[in-house]
């Protein structure tokens, strides 16, 4: 299923936000955290640089450092967090500045066996390994020979705090920034959102729009920059479907108007004519196609102007369509026979227009009913009519296509089927349908469905 446009753009903004927080935490966490290793490289170094400071070679001649007693309390203890040791290049231990320092920095001298390529102490890149530094003491100081210090800190001293300081900077960050990265979230979900409601209100314009509304545009001003040449585009179609619309009307209203004076003139000079074979074949084709253009024009004029549908009894019009059609019912040996509810079944509708739909249906079961037998009309209350007569039936192909006037059928009467057409552009105006069924026992059921009114 096609995810809405509003809900992929929130959902692309609240992914890209999340990215972002997660890289921030992250970025974060590291940039403090380097802030706390960097600060103990620079602390272990200047301890390295106060260490070789009180450096001197010994009796024996081996390095030792003579540190003044309140530097060198600082070293006796684990608790006060330094220690060092003096190695040589194999590692042996020269001297500590306690027992704890040897537990404390064996890591660096077991390193020792790889670090021989250390530069001096005043070098920009002496390394940091653990908890301590290992540096090359300077040859000056210890007769040329090669011996390595080790300088570090216990667990727990100083490092240990920039550690928790460290972790403590980034739990604040994150409980800082979520809340303000879950607003962002929010506000560009809204954003989206009310940016979303102007082509909403526009769809909701559209879906108003009618094939037979022709004079409605949509409002431009709703569509926001990037959407105006959409809209422009759609209301220059139905301007040019407005000016088709017209000119077609037009021009078979006129059609219509122009061939009433031809069939008008010829009636009467047939009238005037003395009784010949043929006459009055004649006579009744000219009648069918006084019916037909009678009918177009009933189209046209149809399908030239929006209905108005109001709240309507259908029972009333089906009654009075049914009293001005009986004389004709009588003429040809039949009756109606009206089944309908006690109370008014209210619906939607244009009263003129309904009425004629109701009127071609009755009229074409008058003309196809044989003589004597009643047609027979059903109305309920979900406002459904269905007219009833045993004429000679439709063929079950032909029934989908009796209401479309597009639709020729050469073995119809004249007009009969332009009369169904009609029909079905009516209905199609009320939002409601128009069927054709087999009888039970022979003949047709028209179904005309109006919408009922809650």
């Not at 459904?384 to 079950?396: F, M």
């Amino acid at each position: 299923m096609k995810l809405r446009l509003s809900t992929r753009i929130s959902s692309g903004l609240t992914i890209l936000y999340l990215a972002v927080a997660i890289i921030t935490f992250v970025w974060v966490d590291h940039s403090v955290r380097q802030v706390a290793t960097d600060y103990q490289y620079e602390s272990l170094l200047r301890q390295s640089k106060m260490l070789t400071k009180y450096l001197r070679m010994g009796a024996d001649n081996l390095p030792v450092i003579d540190l003044p007693h309140p530097i060198a309390h600082t070293y006796e203890y684990k608790n006060h967090g330094r220690a060092y040791l003096i190695v040589d290049k194999s590692g042996k231990i020269i001297s500590s500045s306690s027992h704890d320092a040897v537990s404390l920095l064996s890591e660096g001298v077991l390193n020792l066996r790889h670090l021989y390529t250390f530069q001096s102490l005043g070098d920009d890149t002496t390394p940091l390994i653990l908890d301590g530094m290992v540096i090359k003491l300077p040859p000056e100081k210890t007769n040329n020979q090669e011996f390595f210090l080790i300088a570090g800190r216990f667990e727990g001293a100083e490092g240990f705090i920039i550690d928790k300081a460290a972790s403590k900077i980034s739990l604040e960050l994150v409980y800082l920034l979520t809340p303000l990265y879950l607003l962002s979230i929010l506000f560009s979900i809204f954003t989206v959102i009310q940016g979303m409601r102007p082509l909403n209100q526009l769809a909701n314009q559209a879906k108003k729009l009618t094939p037979d509304d022709v004079q409605t545009r949509l409002d431009e001003t709703l569509a926001p920059s990037e959407a105006k040449p959409l809209v422009h585009a759609i209301n220059r179609l139905i301007s040019r479907i407005q000016i088709n619309y017209t000119e077609r009307h037009h021009f078979l209203t006129d059609s219509a108007h122009q061939l009433r004076t031809p069939l008008a003139v010829m009636r009467a000079r047939i009238d005037q004519l003395p009784d010949f074979p043929g006459k009055s074949f004649l006579e009744q084709d000219i009648n069918h196609l006084s019916g037909l253009i009678r009918q177009l024009l009933t189209l046209a004029q149809i399908e030239g102007k929006p209905i108005k549908l109001v709240k309507k009894d259908i029972i009333a019009i089906v009654k009075d369509r049914m009293e001005q059609l009986a004389p004709l019912a009588l003429k040809h040996g039949n009756s109606f026979q009206l089944d309908a509810p006690d109370q008014p079944v209210l619906v939607e509708l244009d009263e003129a227009t309904a009425g004629e739909a109701i009127g071609n249906v009755l009229d074409n079961a008058i003309r196809f009913s044989p003589k004597g037998k009643d047609i027979e009309v059903n109305i309920n209350m979900n406002g459904q009519i269905q007219i009833h007569d045993r004429g000679p039936g439709v063929d079950a192909e032909k029934r989908p296509h009796l209401f479309k006037r597009t639709w020729q059928d050469s073995g119809r009467e004249d007009g009969v089927g332009l009369g169904l057409a009609i029909v079905g552009e009516i209905m199609r105006k009320h939002y409601g349908t128009a069927s054709i069924t087999d009888r039970e026992g022979g003949g047709s059921t028209v179904t005309l469905q109006f919408n009922k009114v809650n």
